[in-house]
C-alpha cells in the first residue's frame, strides 16, 4: 500500500485552482488571482472583476497560496458589479481632489439607468467645462494603469490621516469602530477607506461617463444585464426630487451621515431622532390625503405600486385611516385576487409560471369591475384561490359616493394595467425605501440593501423562512422588480419615501443573529457576510420607542396595524 507514496524534500511551486465548471488552471505559488483570471478571460466575455475562492469572496489582487477551488466573478453579476462601481467611486474621489483641491464631492444615490448621482461643494465655479476636465484626467488615469493598493493600518493611523484630511464625517463615524485596524486603498498619494474589495488597477475602468444635471452631475457606470457599455440615461426628476428632499430633512435634524445619528445614540437622543422621523412619515401621508381630498369629485381610485418591502401594506393602512379622518372611506381591492387560472399564467424565457407579468392577472376583468365599482353598480368580485390556483367567486361590493378604491400592486404605475378609465380618475402613489443616510460623502448606502434587511426579518417571522433562503430569492425578486415596477415610477402623482433615519439602528440586532445563520460555502453567506460588515457601522437601539404604527413595525413585529381593516361593502 505504502510503496505509491513517497517524500519530497521541496514543495511543488506551483498551485491549482479547479473552477467549478471542471477546468483547471496550474499556475506559480503565489501569484495573484489576476494571472489565473487572464487564463480564462474571453474578449467579448463581461470582464472578470473577482472570485469566489473556497467559499470566500476574494479580490483579483489575493495570492494564490495553496490549492483551490471556486470561479470568477465578472461584472455581470452583482458582487461584481459592485466592485466595478467601488473602484469607480474611488477613481472620481481622487480626480477630484486633484482637480479641486479643498472642494468637496458626495457620492449621493443610485439612478436606474447605471449612475451616481453627485454634488459638489466649496468649488464655487463647478460646471460642464470643469466636468471635462474631471473626465478627462480620469481617462489619462484610466490608461496610466495605476494601482489600487491594499493595506490594513491600526484605526489610530487612519483617523489621523483622516483629520488631516478634513475628513470629519469619517472621523465621526471611525469613532465608533469596534475594531482596532481599518482596510485602506491607496491610489497614488491619496488613501481612503470604502465598504469592500477593488479591482487591481484603473485599467479595468473602461466604460464610464460624467453628465452635467442641474446644478449636479451623474457619473455613468454599466449596469450587470449590459456590463460592457452605458445605458441610456432616463430621466427621473420625481424621483430626484424625493431624494433632494430626504437629504435636505437629514440636514435639517443634525444626522447627514452614520457617524451623525451613532452619535444622537451615545448621547441618548435616538428617541427624538425617531419621534421626528415618525412625524415626518405622518406629515407626508397626510399631505397624500390632503391632495387626493382635493380631488374628491373625480378621484375613485388610488393606485399604490413601489418594490419588495418598502412598507406599502403599512402605508396603505396608515393613508386609509388618514382619508377615514377626512370623510372618505377607502375600499381596499386585491390585484392578486384577479389571477387568471394558474394553467393559463404566461411562462418565463426559463419555462416557469411568471406570476409577476401584467398578463398573469385578468385585466379584462379587472377594468370591468373598476369601471362598474366607479360608477356605483353592485359588483361580484373575482377572489383567486392560492391553493387550487383558480379563479373563484369572492365578496360582492358596492360604493358610495364618498367611497375610494385603493388598488396595491406591483403594476399600479403601468400605464397598460388600465383602460377605459381616465387619468384624472386616478391617484397614483410610488412607495419606496429611498435611503440617503449614507457612512460617509464617499461611501453610500444601497437602498436594496435596507430592503433586503426588512424582507429578511419579515420572512422569518410571517413565512418561517431562514435569511438564506430570503437572500437566495432576492436576485429573482430584483429582476422582476426591474422589469415591471422601476421602469415606470415617474408615472407617479407622488411619491412616498418610506425610509427611516434611525432604522438600521433597530433593524440590526434583530436581524444579525439571523445572517449568521447562514452556512458558511453558498453564496448566500458571502452576501450575509457583507450586510453583517454593513451593520457593524451602526450602534444598536432597541424597538422600545419605536411606535405602534410605525411603518418599521410592518418587518419588526409589533404592528398595532396587523389587524387593521378597511371599511368592508
Request: net charge negative; hydrophobic share 35%.
Amino acid at each position: 500500500m505504502t510503496e505509491n507514496f513517497y517524500l519530497t524534500e521541496n514543495p511543488r511551486h506551483t498551485v491549482e485552482l479547479s473552477l467549478d465548471d471542471g477546468r483547471v488552471i496550474t499556475g506559480e505559488r503565489f501569484a495573484a488571482l489576476e494571472s489565473f483570471a487572464k487564463v480564462v478571460q474571453v474578449e467579448d466575455a463581461p470582464m472578470i472583476v473577482g472570485a469566489v475562492l473556497d467559499g470566500s469572496l476574494r479580490e483579483l489582487t489575493y495570492k494564490m497560496e495553496r490549492d483551490g477551488k471556486g470561479s470568477f466573478i465578472t461584472m455581470a453579476d452583482e458582487d461584481g458589479a459592485r466592485i466595478y462601481r467601488r473602484s469607480l467611486t474611488f477613481l472620481l474621489e481622487v480626480a477630484f481632489k486633484r482637480c479641486f483641491g479643498e472642494g468637496k464631492l458626495t457620492i449621493d444615490h443610485s439612478v436606474s439607468s447605471g449612475g451616481y448621482y453627485c454634488h459638489v461643494e466649496n468649488v464655487p465655479e463647478f460646471g460642464t467645462e470643469s466636468l471635462v476636465a474631471l473626465e478627462t484626467l480620469m481617462r489619462e488615469m484610466v490608461e496610466a494603469d495605476l494601482p489600487f493598493v491594499r493595506e490594513t493600518v491600526p484605526l489610530e493611523e487612519a483617523v489621523a490621516y483622516f483629520k488631516q484630511s478634513g475628513e470629519d464625517d469619517k472621523v465621526r463615524l471611525l469613532k465608533y469602530r469596534n475594531r482596532s485596524d481599518l482596510v485602506l486603498y491607496s491610489l497614488g498619494d491619496i488613501r481612503d477607506y470604502h465598504h469592500g474589495y477593488m479591482v487591481p488597477s484603473t485599467r479595468y475602468l473602461k466604460w464610464f461617463a460624467l453628465e452635467w444635471v442641474g446644478d449636479a452631475f451623474i457619473m455613468h457606470f454599466p449596469r450587470r444585464h449590459y456590463p460592457s457599455g452605458l445605458s441610456k440615461m432616463t430621466r427621473y426628476p420625481k424621483l430626484l426630487r424625493s431624494f433632494q428632499d430626504y437629504g435636505e430633512w437629514l440636514k435639517k435634524l443634525g444626522i447627514p451621515s452614520v457617524g451623525a445619528l451613532n452619535d444622537a445614540i451615545q448621547m441618548g437622543h435616538i428617541d427624538e431622532v425617531i419621534l421626528v422621523s415618525e412625524a415626518l412619515h405622518e406629515m407626508q401621508i397626510s399631505n397624500i390625503a390632503d391632495q387626493i381630498q382635493e380631488r374628491q369629485d373625480k378621484v375613485g381610485l388610488v393606485l399604490i405600486a413601489g418594490p419588495s418591502s418598502s412598507g406599502k401594506t403599512t402605508f396603505s393602512k396608515r393613508l386609509s385611516i388618514q382619508l377615514l379622518a377626512r370623510g372618505i372611506t377607502p375600499f381596499a381591492l386585491e390585484m392578486d385576487n384577479f389571477f387568471i387560472d394558474r394553467e393559463k399564467t404566461p411562462l418565463t424565457p426559463e419555462g416557469e409560471k411568471d406570476y409577476e407579468s401584467l398578463r398573469a392577472l385578468d385585466l379584462k376583468r379587472l377594468n370591468k369591475d373598476l369601471r362598474a365599482l366607479l360608477t356605483g353598480k353592485k359588483v361580484q368580485l373575482p377572489r383567486y384561490d392560492f391553493l387550487s390556483g383558480l379563479s373563484v367567486d369572492g365578496e360582492t361590493a358596492q360604493l358610495k359616493k364618498d367611497d375610494v378604491i385603493i388598488l396595491e400592486g406591483i403594476h399600479g404605475m403601468n400605464p397598460d394595467l388600465l383602460e377605459g378609465i381616465t387619468a384624472e380618475e386616478t391617484f397614483k402613489i410610488y412607495v419606496s425605501c429611498l435611503t440617503q443616510l449614507n457612512l460617509d460623502r464617499h461611501n453610500r448606502i444601497s437602498t436594496t440593501d435596507t430592503r433586503m434587511l426588512r424582507r429578511i426579518l419579515r420572512d422569518a417571522r410571517d413565512r418561517g423562512y431562514s435569511a438564506e433562503e430570503t437572500i437566495g430569492r432576492w436576485e429573482s425578486v430584483r429582476k422582476g422588480e426591474g422589469e415591471h415596477i422601476f421602469p415606470y415610477q415617474e408615472n407617479a402623482d407622488v411619491m412616498f419615501n418610506s425610509a427611516l433615519a434611525y432604522e438600521l439602528t433597530t433593524l440590526k440586532p434583530l436581524v444579525e443573529p439571523l445572517l449568521r445563520q447562514v452556512r458558511f460555502g453558498t453564496r448566500e453567506h458571502i452576501e450575509a457576510k457583507r450586510l453583517l460588515k454593513l451593520l457593524e457601522w451602526f450602534l444598536p437601539t432597541s424597538t422600545e420607542y419605536v411606535p405602534s404604527n410605525s411603518l418599521l413595525r410592518e418587518f419588526t413585529g409589533g404592528s398595532l396595524l396587523t389587524n387593521f381593516s378597511l371599511w368592508e361593502h
